[in-house]
């Protein structure tokens, strides 16, 4: 089993930054995939960015605003947000996917943290 543990997040006015990190932990050979991932109610969530061995996406809303980074030491991935706007506020979740023998196989989400920007 994996475990994530998400930190960041919280209120910022429009214009501004917060920074995000999920250290993920437990029995890991290999990480396929560390990713945010967003969601507002009644919508479907979706993709803020990920690293999929080692190549980086990004949604098309985040237009040079947002870094993805990860640390495979500590197998810890983050997100810092700039130029943060209104329509940036949902609930940001952590998504790692491991990757290995069958057993060690897995898609794990974090529990969620709230990001608000005030306008």
């Known amino acids: 089993q994996v475990q994530l543990v998400e930190s960041g997040g919280g209120l910022v006015q429009a214009g501004g930054s917060l920074s995000l990190s999920c250290a993920a932990s437990?029995?890991?050979?290999?990480?396929?995939?560390m990713g945010w991932y967003r969601q507002v109610p009644g919508m479907q969530r979706e993709l803020v960015a990920g690293?999929?061995?080692?190549?980086?996406e990004y949604g098309d809303f985040v237009k040079g605003r947002f870094t993805i980074s990860r640390d495979n030491a500590v197998n810890t991935v983050y997100l810092q947000m700039n130029s943060l706007k209104p329509e940036d506020t949902a609930v940001y979740y952590c998504?790692?996917?491991?990757?290995?023998?069958?057993?060690?196989?897995?898609?794990?989400w974090g529990q969620g943290t709230q990001v608000t920007v005030s306008s």
């Open positions: 437990g029995t890991i050979l290999s990480i396929k995939h």
């Open positions: 690293i999929t061995w080692g190549n980086t």
């Open positions: 998504r790692v996917q491991t990757s290995g023998l069958n057993w060690a196989r897995g898609d794990y």
